[in-house]
């Protein structure tokens, strides 16, 4: 029944589309063609003018209304050492494309009005003309050389490497589908070394436990947490497809490619409470976190920064998020205490361990009772 309607609606339309060409055809033949082309080309041309102010004034009211999201201002402000230069570029970029934007556009229609048909006009023929080709050339040129020196020189800080003198912590995002794996290197400050052929089901990442830097590694859970104000070097691989490890508030986002590691450097400056503070000045993070409890906490109080996955991964790319937590250097070495190694409680003594039979000793002394333990049952087993 709806299809029949929609049918007939269709036609409907049709038919009334041609009797309008009819009835212009017949004002043609009584006014006169001439007459016709003189008032269509008149309303072309008040339209063309009236386009243009209600596009470019639309343009100005959504670029203010959306001017936090467009340009990192307010409550998207960058939470990283290094956000700031890349907002600044944008910014930049937008100011000049900004204003050849609104000048192409406003060159558009206006001449679109200004040259509109007459009867007494003639259209003249410009085969060339040096002193514009110049100008269109050159100014873009130097416009764009600008915008790209100041792009690769800030692309070469932000990129720039750890040296080996810095005082940096370094973890591991291996992406999967669908999570990714956070590796942390423990106490020894060094992730020990992978290879993707010892991957099994219960050794995800592929970890080498015969070398000791994996012994104290730490696979992190749901959430992960990081010291502000410490720079941290984040070795980024993907196991199956590609990912993207994306830290939006830290403008931190690079590709995670299969067989072919990358790495970003960054250091967080705002820490999650610090950012949740800041945002409780806008109106907008005053609303209820969960709508259907309009009593509860509110946006701003259950903040989080988030690490998601920016590379449409397959069916389970959203189940990426997991929460990053950025605390006090005090806090964070709390936390990092508590964790355990993967190694001393997932595969230590099982037949997966290559060090199975074998004692073990494990820096630092705090490690030693828990690593002892589960060596000396070995050892009584042979
Ligand atoms: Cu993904």
Partial sequence: MTALFIILCIILVGIVLVQIARVVELIAQVKGEREVMRESSWWNAQLSLLFLVVFLGAVFVSSYYYK????????HAAASAHGGAIDSMFNVTLFFTGIVFVITHI?????????RWREDRKASFIAH???LEVIWTAVPAVVMTLLVVRGLDAWDTIMSDVKPD????????????FNWIIRYPGPDGKLGARDYRLTTATNQVG???RDRKNWDDIIVGQELYLPVNKKVRVRIIAKDVLHNFYLPQFRVKMDAVPGMPTY???TPIKTTSEYRNELRKYPEYHKPYDPADPQGPKRWEKFEYELACAELCGKGHYSMKRILRVVSQEEFDAWYKQQESYYMTQIRGKDEDPNKGKILDIDPPAEKSQETAPAKTETTSL
């Fill in 207 to 209: 970890q080498d436990f």
């Fill in 129 to 131: 003309d040096n002193r």
């Fill in 264 to 266: 970003f450097v960054f």
């Fill in 166 to 177: 810095e005082d940096y912590i370094e973890i591991e995002a291996i992406g999967q589908q």
């Fill in 107 to 115: 060159a558009l229609f206006w001449f679109a009005y200004k040259y």
């Fill in 68 to 75: 936090n999201e467009l340009l990192g201002y307010g409550p």
